[in-house]
């Protein structure tokens, strides 16, 4: 397997550049919600609660508003990526495939599952479904209120994969997920059937290794469309409904694509942030100021676009420009997830187990 995320020795990161005039970022509040280690962590927003994990097996719910603690649970399970929620249920999963739902409003343990291996992505939880995709290439419907598993669609297992998160993103009576291959799938949530398949990206080259192309990150939907990067090679967006491809472009992602009302967002390998036109897919920016920082990928909020880096700085960019306007500390360690949209700021967890929710 491949790492995908950070860690590797490689070139200098560059220093974080100076901002002239820079807008003030406020810490709205923080809160320490246990260790990453070496998994990547995000929270959810539900309800007008956050929910978070940490790899111990704690989840804790807090108040969007001011972070106060509303409860924590101990799951006893490792967990090995961030949570997914909605209004009822919360779930987690394992590195072992173990899936574990809780209440959302007392945090009790609902039900137990098991998928058929690791799980690092979040949940997806929506249309009384908790869904997960293993990294076995397969994806797995549970219950949300009773954990009966309601579906499996599976799909051939790679020699070589993406040691990434790799997530589920529903949308109406649709649930799309990204493959190894470059695939990215759309599976009707009613019982899991295919409904499109298309290719982001073909893998290519002359060893194994060179020819990796999984699907990294979460599928990203706006409107009609749905956008996802390939590892290391293309994104590309296609007609949510038929999977008509809208356009495609090639762009080596580490982490996967964002999307607003009007650009797609993805960082690069090298570390450059780029705005994309939603409509075409051509470049509207590039801000390469922070070249080998090992950028989560980013997050379009009003204004500003923020990103994560590895030393747990959150920088703010200018939506339609790319400049810098501000930047944020968390003191937390790595920033690895993308940031969270949080009222009119953004929420970040950091693999040293903060949860920092800033404004501009």
Request: glycine letters at 12%; a neutral charge; charged letters at 20%.
């Amino acid at each position: 397997m491949l790492a995908a995320c950070a860690g590797n020795p490689g070139p200098t990161p560059a220093d974080p550049p100076r901002i002239d005039n820079p807008q003030r970022v406020r810490v709205l509040w923080s809160a320490n919600v246990g260790a990453a280690e070496r998994f990547t962590f995000r929270p959810a927003l539900a309800g007008g609660s956050v929910y978070a994990a940490a790899r111990d097996g704690t989840v804790t719910r807090l108040d969007e508003k001011t972070g106060v603690v509303r409860w924590r649970a101990a799951v006893e399970v490792r967990l090995s990526g961030g949570v997914g929620a909605d209004q009822g249920t919360v779930a987690v999963a394992s590195e072992e495939g173990e899936v574990v739902a809780l209440d959302a409003q007392s945090g009790a343990v609902r039900w137990r599952a098991r998928a058929s291996s690791e799980v690092l992505a979040p949940p997806a939880v929506g249309g009384g479904l908790v869904i997960v995709r293993s990294i076995d290439n397969r994806v797995f419907a549970f219950g949300a209120d009773d954990g009966k598993r309601r579906w499996v669609y599976q799909r051939a297992p790679s020699s070589l994969l993406v040691r990434a998160p790799a997530g589920i993103t529903i949308s109406g009576p649709l649930a799309f997920a990204g493959f190894p291959g470059g695939k990215l799938a759309a599976l009707a949530l009613e019982n899991g059937a295919l409904r499109w398949e298309a290719t982001v990206a073909v893998p290519k080259g002359a060893t194994e290794l060179e020819r990796v192309a999984d699907v990294i990150g979460d599928p990203a939907l706006q409107g009609r469309e749905v956008c996802a990067a390939a590892y290391r090679s293309r994104v590309a967006c296609y007609d949510a409904a038929t999977g008509r491809q809208l356009w495609g472009r090639e762009l080596a992602s580490l982490s996967g694509v964002s999307l607003d009302a009007r650009y797609a967002f993805v960082a690069d390998d090298r570390g450059a942030v780029h705005a994309l036109d939603r409509s075409n897919g051509q470049s509207v920016w590039k801000q390469d100021k922070l070249a080998h920082r090992q950028l989560s990928t980013p997050l379009a909020g009003g204004e500003a676009v923020a990103v994560g880096d590895f030393e747990g700085y959150v920088h703010f960019l200018a939506r339609d420009t790319g400049a810098f306007v501000a930047r944020g500390e968390t003191g937390g360690g790595a920033v690895r997830a993308a940031p969270l949209q949080l009222g009119s700021g953004v929420l970040v967890q950091t693999e040293d187990g903060g949860l920092v929710a800033l404004a501009l």
